[in-house]
């Protein structure tokens, strides 16, 4: 059964850094694209973030470009996401999801940047 | 840049009734990979529809998508109290992913 399930969300000052992680079991990583979705509060989706199966294959949406960063451990079965420079506008609920659908996501991490 | 419209904002309808949920490309996309997913307050999104119009497992036969191009249905023939929810349409390219604003269905 696929699970994800994501972590290291919390409360950050503008200008600060998380990294946010997500576990993945029930199937190789390895074997799939992997993204980061975000959902400020009252809000609706914004994709982020894309890891394709393939080493180096990564794309950002330009509101987070350059300042976050995906990536992978597949030994792991792990999913990363560096967030640096961070901006009050980032405050959302962090979700990975897997596969080009979408198919399948986790609980989300809260991320909160507020002075 | 693709942008996706969906419509109505909110939707107000009543257990037993149809549900036709609208979602507008600014572009033609085909229909390969339109999806649709819905959210409960408080949960992750769930993968309802992909390529338009199949049905992800476990996703019951009332729920159904068409359309081609620019323009796309999803419909809930009968609405079960646990399908009130939002539901947002989404279009995939080469990694990029877009969503529309969102649908709010309400009981009536």
């Known amino acids: 059964q696929v699970h994800l399930v994501e972590s290291g969300g919390g409360l950050v000052k503008p200008g600060g850094s998380l990294r946010l992680s997500c576990e993945a079991s029930g199937f190789p990583l390895s074997d799939y694209y992997m993204h980061w979705i975000r959902q400020a509060p009252g809000k609706g989706l914004e994709w982020i973030s894309y890891?394709?199966?393939?080493?180096?294959?990564?794309d950002y949406a330009d509101s987070v470009k350059d300042r976050f960063t995906i990536s992978r451990d597949n030994a792991k079965n792990s999913l990363y996401l560096q967030m640096n420079n961070l901006r009050v506008e980032d405050t959302a609920v962090y979700y990975c999801a897997k596969g080009a659908n979408l198919d399948s996501w986790g609980q989300g991490t809260l991320v909160t940047v507020s002075t | 840049e693709i942008v996706l419209t969906q419509s109505p904002g909110t939707l107000s309808l009543s257990p037993g009734e149809r549900a036709t949920l609208s979602c507008r490309a600014s572009?033609?996309?085909?229909?390969?990979?339109l999806v649709w997913y819905q959210q409960k307050p408080g949960q992750a999104p769930r993968l309802l529809i992909y390529?338009?119009?199949n049905r992800a497992t476990g996703i019951p036969d009332r729920f159904s998508g068409s359309g081609s191009g620019t323009d796309f249905t999803l419909m809930i023939s009968r609405l079960e109290p646990e399908d009130f929810a939002v539901y947002y349409c989404q279009h995939y390219g080469l990694s990029r992913h877009t969503f529309g604003q969102g649908t709010k269905l309400q009981i009536k």
């Open positions: 390529g338009t119009s």
């Open positions: 890891s394709g199966s393939g080493v180096g294959y990564t």
């Open positions: 572009q033609n996309v085909g229909s390969r990979y």
